[in-house]
């Protein structure tokens, strides 16, 4: 016998917490769509040599390679020369650009599309690291240009989604890259190496805290001043409080050389019209210290953070990119998105005791067999139901009503038809309601409404709980 255990850096759920998990899915799914972001899907397996293109040595060995057993035999035979070798994606970015490029031609720019799949990375496996997980992505892809207004719209979806998932209260934090370049620049930190350390450090901010970035940042390899130290100490330590006040920090930092300018301008703009699109000013805010990925993002830049639980860090990053596949095609693309690390995010919220469990099945109604000659019957009730809308089961082998009861009890359904001698006589059909612990008669024909009536009420109990 084989002992049956998942592999380590997986989550596999059971069906309460499945559903729970798929219904954040759904969730996110609808709000993108609500925003007018198009699905997209790409294959698990690139070809290597398009997957890793941009990747370094840290990426290539997080990867895994697929190889067919069909292709080890060749290879040894000394056969496996030009054969294409694949490899799982990573994230869902590189496919993306891959996917865009190869069909430019058929798109509709700006390109706003949605991505919801797994992906997969050779994490040492540890709690709350994952080898296989959900990644959520949306990204907008101009051709050639794209306006900065699109940054702006990225907030309102964000604050869409979290306000739905209503997993606590959560601040959408955002600063420029251009902005932060311009300051430093003017600090005297101009060389774009120099730099990059600089802002890979205070990036490090809320993690190790301002002592160890001042103390790195003066130490041997920078040889910052402690005057320099103290301004970009000062700088990256802003958190506006509201939209007046964030407005108010960009003015105090006045024109500056032109990158400066620029990124003050840029989230000026997006300011405006993040206030414009209903955002409320208590879920935004400038935070100066973040960088995000030091060879990607060129603009805006967004990290999301739940406020009573700051250690489980950011829930959902992203920000503006210049040239989505430069590696792929001479056309320029740029674009703005971000990703939502599901699975990540979900053990992180039932960790923290902030998940809801699902206390409910997909399965709404449970249809009963008190005697084998009543199957016909009940699977005509069954079929009444789920063209009425109702997730229906049907027990298929008669039984005690005690069991049959149980079982929906233990699964989560909240509605169970009798269907005995005498409903099936008189053309009714008996409802136990188990969550409110009681049961009605009523006519077949009026089942599905009935039904409906008893849901409608549930919403509105629930609303008002709320």
């Given amino acids: 016998m084989i002992k049956p255990r998942t592999p380590p850096g997986v989550m596999e759920l059971l069906p309460p917490d499945q559903i729970a998990f798929q219904r ?29 293109t941009k990747s370094g040595g840290e990426t290539e060995r997080q990867v895994y390679f697929v190889q067919s057993t069909g292709a080890l035999s060749k290879a040894a035979e000394g056969q496996g020369e030009g054969l294409p070798e694949l490899a799982l994606r990573f994230d869902l970015t590189v496919p993306l650009a891959r996917y ?39 990204d907008v892809i101009g051709k050639d240009s794209l306006s900065v207004r699109f940054d702006a719209e990225i907030p309102a979806v964000i604050y869409s989604v979290f306000s739905e998932l209503d997993i606590g209260a959560f601040t959408i934090q955002m600063n420029n890259r251009k902005l932060m370049r311009g300051f430093f620049e003017a600090q005297g930190v101009a060389d774009g190496e120099l730099q990059a350390l600089v802002l890979r450090e205070v990036d490090k901010l809320d993690k190790r805290g301002e002592d ?64 414009a699109m209903g955002v409320p000013e208590t879920h935004y805010a400038l935070n100066f210290s973040i960088a995000r990925g030091l060879d990607y993002y060129t603009g805006t830049v967004y990290e999301t953070t739940l406020n009573d639980y700051p250690q489980i860090g950011s829930i959902c990053s992203g920000g503006r990119y210049e040239n989505l596949a430069g590696h792929y095609t001479k056309s320029k693309l740029p674009g703005v998105g971000i990703s939502i690390g599901l699975t990540r995010l979900f053990w992180q919220l039932r960790e923290a005791g902030l998940l809801r469990t699902a206390t409910g099945s997909t399965v709404q109604v449970l249809v009963t067999q008190m005697e084998a000659a009543h199957l016909p019957h009940c699977l005509a009730v069954a079929n009444d139901l789920r063209r009425g809308g109702f997730n229906t089961e049907v027990v298929m082998e008669a039984g005690k009503l005690a069991r049959q009861f149980k079982y929906a009890d233990r699964g989560g359904v909240r509605f169970v038809i009798v269907l005995g001698e005498d409903e099936i006589a008189n053309g009714t059909v008996t409802v136990k309601d188990l969550r409110r612990e009681d049961q009605f008669t009523i006519s077949r024909h009026e089942l599905v409404s009935a039904l409906r009536v008893e849901l409608a009420q549930a919403e509105v109990l629930q609303g008002k709980q709320a």
Avoid: K, W
């Fill in 24 to 52: 954040m899915l759904d969730v996110i799914r609808r709000n993108y769509e609500r925003f007018g972001f198009l699905p997209v899907e790409t294959p698990v397996m690139e070809l290597s040599d398009v997957l890793l």
């Fill in 212 to 275: 160890y970035v001042r103390e790195t940042l003066t130490g041997e390899g920078f040889g910052l001043s402690t005057e320099a130290v103290d301004r970009i100490m000062a700088f990256v330590n802003v958190r506006s409080t509201s939209r007046a006040d964030a407005l108010a920090q960009l003015d105090a930092l006045g024109d500056g050389n032109d990158s400066l300018s620029e990124g003050v301008a840029e989230l000026r703009e997006v300011l405006e019209l993040v206030h």
């Fill in 100 to 138: 865009v490029a190869e069909h430019e031609h058929d798109l509709a720019f700006p390109f706003r599309r949605y991505q919801m799949q797994r992906v997969y990375r050779g994490e040492r496996a540890q709690r709350g690291r994952f080898r296989e997980f959900y990644q959520c992505d949306i």
